[in-house]
């Protein structure tokens, strides 16, 4: 395999360009910086629209996945405000099934903090509960 050097290179590349063909089609405007590169012996894409077109179309993956991102927030923030409409429903009832499973959920110390917000009384058992943490 023999090498190619800069000259032929350039050579090849201008001869697709005066081709008239699919590449000056699609490269032309790019030819003349794909040029300098080569004789920088830089990559050979640096700076065309070959580069600009990926970052573009990676802008707009990004900005995709923001949006969903933003849109998952929004629904997990809507999800977390039901849950806590049921909690508050679950403690209002007054029913040992329904408490438990809002402490299995929530943990002791968030069922109490829900409960004070709501204003709803506290078992003995929260009492004492908060009366062994000021220990």
Known sequence: MSLITINKEVE????????????AEK???DIPVMIENIKKDFPIENGTSIIADEFKHI???EQLLQN???EIGQLNKEHEAQLQEL???FLKCDNEKMYNKVVA???VEKTIKLKHQQQLPFT???INYM???LK
Do not use: P
């Open 12 to 23: 090849l590349l201008l001869n697709l360009l005066e081709g008239n063909g699919s590449f």
């Open 27 to 29: 490269f032309g405007k």
């Open 59 to 61: 802008r707009e993956k």
């Open 68 to 70: 969903y991102e933003n």
């Open 87 to 89: 909690y508050i429903f």
């Open 105 to 107: 959920d929530l943990g």
């Open 124 to 126: 003995e058992s929260e």
């Open 131 to 133: 009366v062994n943490k």
